[in-house]
């Protein structure tokens, strides 16, 4: 077992005022040679965006990109005519392929929004644009892990161009699962929304994260009430 972990309190930090954003990874100001990937996953942002305020149109090619609301309500539009938006309890993906523009608003001007953007190198490139998003199914998360991406268009959850798999769960004080990965090559990220959890010899509190490969299986244990992101990416690509 190999694991790399990530301290909450480590992560790079951009304050714009109307934007606060934590990256997991190098992105924009924020570079660290030792923090570029973990495997296939290039970017792991927690944003936190004001009332009223948002991303203006920008453009994006050949990745993955995964959105999940964690509250508030996200406004997007692109420029394939979509126009929605995306709440707690929803996850959104594009494919950005050849090239997709989108811009990314709080819909509400009397409250914050906070949302994970997740992009994963893809396995095929190039493809054509593609945009979709769905509810999870929240009353299947308790004490279980719910799979919310997959490679397989006929699987549950979102589909990417990538043999990543995200699995969501909320777990009570002390519940322990094993969770199985789905690929041999892959490694696992867990990432601890609310709560704590212990994984991989390490005691992870509220966004901390740890990385952990050369495994076919790992088990976690809540040490608290929890809500917990996994997210399973090829390491070699």
Do not use: C
Request: proline share 3%.
């Amino acid at each position: 077992m190999q694991t790399i972990l990530y301290k909450a309190n480590t992560r790079g930090n951009a304050n714009h005022g109307w934007l606060q954003s934590f990256h997991t990874f190098s992105f924009a100001s924020y570079h660290n040679p030792n923090r570029m990937n973990f495997g296939a996953m290039r970017v792991l942002n927690d944003d936190t965006v004001a009332a009223g305020r948002g991303f203006d149109m920008h453009r994006h090619l050949n990745m993955e990109i995964i959105s999940i609301p964690l509250s508030g309500d996200l406004e997007h539009k692109d420029s394939m005519g979509n126009q929605t938006v995306i709440q707690q309890g929803d996850i959104q993906v594009m494919s950005a392929g050849t090239g997709i523009d989108h811009s990314e608003y709080n819909k509400n001007n009397d409250r914050e929004v906070q949302f994970l953007q997740i992009w994963i190198m893809p396995n095929q490139r190039p493809v054509s644009p593609r945009y979709d998003q769905i509810k999870i199914n929240e009353h299947h998360l308790k004490n279980e892990f719910v799979q919310i991406l997959s490679p397989n268009q006929d699987d549950e959850g979102v589909w990417i161009y990538q043999d990543a798999w995200f699995h969501m769960g909320e777990f009570t004080q002390e519940q322990t699962l094993v969770h199985k990965l789905h690929k041999k090559g892959n490694g696992l990220f867990i990432f601890v929304l609310e709560g704590s959890a212990h994984a991989a010899g390490e005691l992870l509190d509220r966004r901390d994260a740890i990385g952990v490969y050369d495994i076919a299986e790992l088990e976690i244990t809540a040490q608290s009430d929890s809500k917990i992101l996994l997210i399973e990416v090829p390491m070699q690509f």
